[in-house]
């Protein structure tokens, strides 16, 4: 499916470019991978599920050194404890850990839930920034992922990072102003 759709692409692009108008045909590249890692709105949502996350993650990493410190004494006093404490104690440890292990799954579904989320906004907001920017200075194409190799000519990563700056400053500003 996918050599199919990359053939009828490449077919309709060399089509395009067999006619006198390329030479108006405007194309832009935008380096998608470098605007998730470079965007500021990137730092912002990773410094939100910090903020979010990192109590539960702190409750967890406590309760599992909580059970080490169970497993220790357990083992060391396992020797002077009879039968039906020995039961009682294992099955304790037992419980805590199918506790613990479901919290982890719990917070690990979470997490990403909101990972998603808040990539999924990133996300929009970029695609917002290059339309904006490729309607301004009249695009034809602006073409991302795919792309095996594109000139510093047609790169407009750069730009859409100043943007995206700019877009993110101006929501600091209005953030300022509320409070």
Known sequence: MKIRTFTIFTILLFSIFSFPAVAELKVGFVNAIRLMEEAPQVDKANNRLEREFSPKQRRIVSDKQGIIKKEEQFKKNATIMNDAEKRRKSREIRDKKRELKRKQEEFKE????????????????ITQAIQKLAKEK????ILSDGVVWASKRVDITEEILSRL???QAQAERNRNRRK
Do not use: A, G, M, W
């Open 138 to 141: 009249s695009y034809d194409f």
């Open 110 to 125: 979470d997490y990403n839930i909101r990972r998603n989320e808040e990539l999924d906004k990133i996300q929009k907001t």
């Open 165 to 167: 700056h700019q877009i």
